[in-house]
C-alpha cells in the first residue's frame, strides 16, 4: 500500500506571497492532519480535515488554511508568508477514528526569504 | 488538557548497550501515548502505540515502552543500541480527538 506523499517536498518563497502544500492520504484514510515543525517550537498541530469538512483546529493564525477533497486529498495554503513560516510542514492520515495510527509523509520543507 | 514532557533533550549510548527514553505525560482522558522516531530529513515513523490493552507495548526494530498510570509515564527502551538507532524520538500523547501533542524531543546518539 502507498503511504502518505507530500508535493512538493521543498520550495522557497519570498516574505508576502502565498504558498499550497499538498497531501495525498493512504488509500481508504478519510483523516489528513497537518504539523507545523520548527527548531524553536517542535512540532505543533494546525489542524486536521475528516470528510471534507475541519474537525479540529491548533492555535495558528487565519493566514494558515486548508481543505480536503472528496478524494480525501488535502491542501494547506499560507497567506502572506512571514520569515517564521519556514518550517517543515508534515501531514499525517488515518482512518479518521481518535485511536487510530496517524502515518506521516515525508514533509514539505518551505523557506521563506 | 493533554501534554507530555520528555525528560532528556539528548541521550548518548555506546553500541550493543541498553537505551533508556524518559517521557512522562498528563491527560484528563484515558490516553493513546506513541513513540514516534524521525531520521534526518525524513518524515515520522511509528515506533509504537498504546491505547489502553497491554500495559507493555513492543514495537518495531526491539523498541517497547511500558505504560506506568501510577508514575504517569511511559518510557521507551531497547535492549541494545545499534547504530542505525541514532535519531530523535518522539513522545506523543493524544486523548479523544485525532490531535496528537508531540513531546520536545529526545535526540538519540550511538558511539561504535
Known amino acids: 500500500k502507498a503511504g502518505v506523499t507530500q508535493t512538493p517536498r521543498y520550495l522557497i518563497k519570498t516574505r508576502g506571497q502565498q504558498v499550497t502544500l499538498s497531501c495525498s492520504p493512504i488509500?481508504?484514510?478519510?483523516?489528513v492532519s497537518w504539523y507545523q515543525q520548527t527548531p524553536g517550537q517542535g512540532l505543533q498541530f494546525l489542524f486536521e480535515?475528516?470528510?471534507?469538512?475541519?474537525?479540529n483546529k491548533g492555535n495558528f493564525p487565519g493566514r494558515f488554511s486548508g481543505r480536503q477533497f472528496s478524494n480525501s486529498r488535502s491542501e494547506m495554503n499560507v497567506s502572506t508568508l512571514e520569515l517564521g513560516d519556514s518550517a517543515l510542514y508534515l501531514c499525517?492520515?488515518?482512518?479518521?477514528?481518535?485511536?487510530?495510527?496517524?502515518?506521516f509523509g515525508p514533509g514539505t520543507r518551505l523557506t521563506v526569504l | 488538557a493533554q501534554s507530555v514532557t520528555q525528560l532528556d533533550s539528548h541521550v548518548s549510548v555506546s553500541e550493543g548497550t541498553p537505551v533508556l527514553l524518559r517521557c512522562n505525560y498528563s491527560?484528563?482522558?484515558?490516553?493513546?501515548l506513541f513513540w514516534y522516531v524521525q531520521h534526518p530529513n525524513k518524515g515520522l515513523q511509528l515506533l509504537l502505540k498504546?491505547?489502553?490493552?497491554?500495559?507493555l507495548v513492543k514495537g518495531i526494530n526491539g523498541f517497547e515502552a511500558e505504560f506506568k498510570k501510577s508514575e504517569t509515564s511511559f518510557h521507551l527502551t531497547k535492549p541494545s543500541a545499534h547504530m542505525s538507532d541514532a535519531a530523535e524520538y518522539f513522545c506523543?500523547?493524544?486523548?479523544?480527538?485525532?490531535?496528537?501533542?508531540f513531546g520536545t524531543g529526545t535526540r538519540l546518539q550511538v558511539f561504535p
Open positions: 499525517a492520515s488515518s482512518r479518521g477514528d481518535w485511536t487510530d495510527t496517524q502515518y
Open positions: 488509500s481508504g484514510h478519510r483523516s
Open positions: 480535515y475528516f470528510s471534507e469538512t475541519q474537525r
Open positions: 491527560s484528563s482522558y484515558s490516553p493513546s
Open positions: 498504546y491505547t489502553s490493552a497491554a500495559t
Open positions: 506523543v500523547v493524544s486523548g479523544n480527538t485525532d490531535k496528537l501533542i
